[in-house]
Nanobody, 124 residues
Framework: QVQLAESGGGSVQAGGSLRLSCAAS????????MGWFRQAPGKEREVVATIDRDGDTHFAYSVEGRFIVSRDNAKNTLYLQMNSLKPEDTAMYSC??????????????????WGQGTQVTVSS
């Protein structure tokens, strides 16, 4: 049974940083594509970042240059380092996992497994 558990969310002022973690069980981080998604109230869920089997990453335009996605295979954990946070980054952030190796999908419907999410709130 695959389980993903996010942590690290919280409240921060604009310009601050947070690091989200996604600990996986029943699933091997680093073997397949994984992604971070977010959903703000009243908005659709959107992809934030993905990372494939080889470590190639993709970022949404709105976070490129500010966010970094990484993983620790030994800890079986995915991370999202968020820097220079803006109020518009406020959302529920979730990690997601697929059985795809490369060309990570950008649509949430193509991810099979999801964590419960962690709230990020950025104040101005």
């Amino acid at each position: 049974q695959v389980q993903l558990a996010e942590s690290g969310g919280g409240s921060v002022q604009a310009g601050g940083s947070l690091r989200l973690s996604c600990a996986a069980s029943g699933y091997t981080v680093g073997r397949y594509c994984m992604g971070w998604f977010r959903q703000a109230p009243g908005k659709e869920r959107e992809v934030v970042a993905t990372i494939d089997r080889d470590g190639d990453t993709h970022f949404a335009y709105s976070v490129e240059g500010r966010f970094i996605v990484s993983r620790d295979n030994a800890k079986n954990t995915l991370y999202l380092q968020m820097n220079s946070l803006k109020p518009e980054d406020t959302a529920m952030y979730s990690c997601a996992a697929t059985r795809t190796f490369y060309r990570c999908p950008l649509g949430s419907s193509e991810y099979h497994y999801w964590g419960q999410g962690t709230q990020v709130t950025v104040s101005s």
